[in-house]
């Protein structure tokens, strides 16, 4: 099973940016975020076929998650906040028992940075 992550980057405060995770097969998936210093935490989740999304309270209004019938899962990031800056990583599940928890997920991508500045 692989996972490419990419569309990180730089972006000023209230930009937006769109992360993509391509998978080799189709699964539940989650994005998870890691600040510098910090544990890696929840953001969003979406269920196999696409009909139950997940976000966490510092998210929730500014990201959407989103996939495709190609096996590929978006978070698309509206109004950034420098507290947005982390490493973004995409995780795959085949029946996450608890999809806001790290350990459901089988599988993760290699991560793909975000910062955001003041």
């Known amino acids: 099973v692989q996972l490419q992550a990419s569309g990180g980057g730089w972006m000023q405060t209230g930009g937006s940016l769109r992360l993509s995770c391509a998978a080799s097969e189709r699964f539940a998936m989650a994005w998870f975020r890691q600040a510098p210093g910090k544990e890696r935490v929840f953001a969003a989740a979406i269920t196999w076929r696409g009909g139950n999304t997940y976000h966490s309270s510092s998210v929730r209004g500014r990201f959407t998650i989103s996939r495709d019938n190609a096996n590929t899962v978006y978070l698309q990031m509206n109004n950034l906040k420098p507290e947005d800056t982390a490493v973004y990583y995409c995780?795959?599940?085949?029946?996450?028992?608890?999809?806001?928890?790290?350990?459901?997920?089988?599988?993760w991508g290699q991560g793909t940075l975000v910062t955001v500045s003041s």
């Open positions: 995780a795959a599940g085949l029946a996450p028992s608890d999809v806001y928890n790290s350990h459901s997920y089988d599988y």
